[in-house]
């Protein structure tokens, strides 16, 4: 069984940071990109990317975050963070990790996952 497990979520005054974590754990064999969303209450439901990043260390952000977020990764640790620094009200939501595939399963047949997500930490940021 594989899991997604955040951490590092609170609640912070507007300018402040916090580093989030995912760290992926099972009997992991690979895993491709990884990412973080977001949602919020009133959008619909609908997860906002926020930043990405491949198994080649290729990043990719949200607009609304370049310059002031960071996705970065350990590999080793099948480790996924999101530094936030600059945190504005807006930014306030619960933050999920994202897994685009990932295949599991040491001595036995390989078993695949896509679009495999965790359960999601809370961001809030007061003005």
């Known amino acids: 069984q594989v899991q997604l497990v955040e951490s590092g979520g609170g609640l912070v005054q507007a300018g402040g940071s916090l580093r989030l974590s995912c760290a992926a754990s099972g009997d992991i064999l690979l895993i491709n990109t990884m990412g973080w969303y977001r949602q919020t209450p009133g959008k619909r439901r609908r997860r906002e990317l926020v930043a990405t990043i491949t198994d080649g260390g290729t990043t990719s952000y949200a607009d609304s975050v370049k310059g002031r977020f960071t996705i970065s990764r350990v590999y080793a640790k099948n480790t996924v963070y999101l530094q936030m620094n600059s945190l504005k009200p807006e930014d306030t939501a619960v933050y999920y990790c994202?897994?685009?595939?990932?295949?599991w399963g040491q001595g036995q047949t390989p078993k695949y996952e896509y679009d495999y997500w965790g359960r999601g930490t809370q961001v809030t940021v007061s003005s």
């Open positions: 994202n897994v685009d595939r990932l295949i």
